[in-house]
């Protein structure tokens, strides 16, 4: 039992018994110096309260200690004890489902609401990428498909490609940018979808000396990576939006995806972003492979 409600039951039973505080406090076993003493907030307690309700309706997926996360990015000394008990105090909780919200777009252009071993380096040869299909609709009711590229290693996300329709030219188009842009993987898993098992998809990536990795087929826990990427996803963007074109999808998923990258604290990561835009003082940085001589790599001072 806390020490507020030790008080309370204290002044209960001096209040309806009328006995002394002194008898109370030795039979209910409360010390009397924690009795008198009088319990206080911290200055920052209004202004800390404040950030965490903004927060929770700003991120309505977020639970408490992801919001610890954010909270301690933007500058606050605070432990996520101390946040989750602010965050029962003003009933905050995390809701089983959200409805879909559609979006005002004014006329000037504006928005208002209504397990790989080493990550994608140069001096590395087995990372390994991952990659699946999720499908949602417009309005309207017409699909569209999204294909989802993940770093297994540093759960970042490399690129969601949305379409009406995507198949092995697009997989292949996908996959040519970020080779570029990332140079070449170990490996890419995926499950056995047509668009991944097409011969001219196996052949482009075998040509460029990367490697397949497919799953078994009915199991997609064997993605893992990818499978909860796409879920947080769903979760936090599909299930809350309602797109009414096509374009919009594309403007508003990959503003998600680099809100994912570069802010959005990540579990498994110790609450840290996959790919933060600046190198935060301390954080803990990947290592990787060492150099062709058997130096250490030259460390990063930039993720994103």
Request: glycine residues 8%; proline residues 7%; positive net charge.
């Amino acid at each position: 039992m806390s020490a507020v409600r030790r008080r309370a039951c204290v002044a209960h039973v001096t209040a309806k018994l009328g006995v002394s505080e002194r008898f109370a406090c030795k039979v209910l076993d409360q010390h009397r110096s924690t009795q008198r003493k009088v319990p206080g907030a911290a200055d920052d307690e209004a202004a800390l309260t404040g950030a965490i309700v903004e927060l929770a309706r700003q991120y309505g997926r977020y639970g408490y200690r992801r919001v610890t996360a954010l909270l301690r990015a933007e500058g606050w000394a605070c432990n996520h004890k101390r946040v989750e008990r602010i965050w029962r105090r003003e009933g905050l909780r995390v809701p089983a489902r959200q409805p879909k919200r559609g979006r005002l777009w004014l006329n000037d252009g504006s928005c208002v609401r209504l397990r790989p071993e080493r990550a994608n380096h140069v001096w590395a040869y087995d990372f390994v990428w991952a990659y699946d299909f999720v499908e949602d609709r417009t309005r309207e009711g017409r699909k569209f498909c999204m294909l989802n590229v993940v770093d297994e290693f540093t759960r970042e996300c490399l690129c969601i490609r949305v379409g009406r329709k995507l198949g092995s030219a697009e997989v292949i188009d996908v996959l040519t940018d970020l080779f570029i842009a990332r140079g070449t993987p170990g490996y890419i898993r995926s499950d056995n979808g047509p668009e991944f098992v097409a011969v001219a998809v196996k052949g482009w990536i075998s040509g460029v000396g990367s490697k397949t990795a497919f799953i078994e087929p009915g199991s997609p826990w064997e993605n893992g990576y990818v499978e909860s990427f796409n879920g947080k996803l769903r979760d936090e963007l599909l299930n809350m939006e309602v797109f009414n074109t096509l374009r919009e999808a594309q403007v508003l998923i990959e503003r998600w995806r680099t809100h994912y990258n570069t802010v959005r604290p990540h579990s498994s990561l110790g609450y840290r972003p996959p790919a933060p835009e600046v190198l935060l003082p301390g954080m803990p940085m990947p290592q990787g492979r060492p150099g062709p001589t058997g130096s250490p790599p030259t460390p990063a001072t930039m993720l994103h």
